[in-house]
């Protein structure tokens, strides 16, 4: 794979977009993306060979990471003061092809494209404790118009008895990862020690909460698993769901996500995933009945008011792209 975008590209943002793209979650920090430059546009594809073989058969989760990126590629290119044109799944017979991005038009960015683009080398995932401090309303009604803008649909546990259900539910998925030998393989494959620009590093993994704690965060083995904190008593817990499952539909459930969490970001919030129930398929049909039966659960969120916490690296931008001849 050659370097990133030479300097005979000059389409302004692209360079800033592809810094961008690269700052999406993923599932075990696996980073499931490559990158194409050619006549100013970007081409994301899916990696197949960091797909998680285990807790992403599918690849359901990479596709959500996949449209994470493309959100980051909007929200710069936009931030830039073009218009960003999006193409989804623009040809059958490359199926590794999940979109087409280019700038398009001049525009002045608006504020929120402003606000969200700052939010993207902000934003990462905090597994340690948050402060027993409410979310306050107007930032739940923003987050779920974050989600809403995207097509997908943003459902908050608040009402009596969700929590203790979502709860058990995240306990006995939990359950059923850690006592597979082959999720354990694939997770401790991509947990890191010392210097690693993908994965997770054991020291981004948080304490385990004392006297169990409401939710079992996912134990990544760090040194700081064996100590044991109090979490908060009262989580807010968020499930991002999609009016369908296909490719396409994940890939803006993605976006979706990412726009939440940006979102939330920008508004001082952190955020983590529990991700067991929508990985092990029993939990992902039980969360969707829980929910009303009609649209599917994409990705779970723990949202709250976080101390400072370890980032996790990732691959620099021109390690992940390619950039075509010009013809």
Known sequence: MSTIVPAS?????????????VRAPSPHNTQPWRFRVHAGRIDVLLDPERVLRVCDPDAREALLACGAAILNIRLSIAEAGRTPIVDLLPDREQPLLLAT??????????????????????????????LDRRVPLHLRHALRRAAIAEGARLVLLDHPGQLDAFAALLRRSDQLQTQDPAFRAELAAWTRDGAAVDGVPRTAGGPRALDGGVLALRDYGGRDSVAERRFER?????????????????????????????????????????????????????????????????????????FPATGTPRRPAHAVTEALPQR
């Open 9 to 21: 590209i000059t389409t302004p943002g692209i360079e800033a977009a592809l810094a961008a793209a």
């Open 101 to 130: 991005i280019r700038p398009g038009r001049p525009r002045s960015p608006g504020p929120e494209d402003i606000r969200l683009a700052a939010a993207i080398p902000r934003r990462h995932t905090n597994r340690r404790p948050f």
């Open 234 to 306: 009262d989580p807010l817990v968020a499930v991002l769901q999609a009016p369908g499952d296909t490719r396409l539909a994940r890939l803006r459930a993605g976006q979706a996500l990412q726009r939440v969490l940006l979102t939330a970001t920008a508004h001082g919030l952190s955020a983590s995933f529990l991700a067991q129930p929508v990985e092990v398929p029993a939990g992902r049909a039980v969360l969707k009945a829980m929910l009303g039966d009609r649209e599917h659960p994409q990705a779970v969120l723990r949202l709250g008011y976080g």
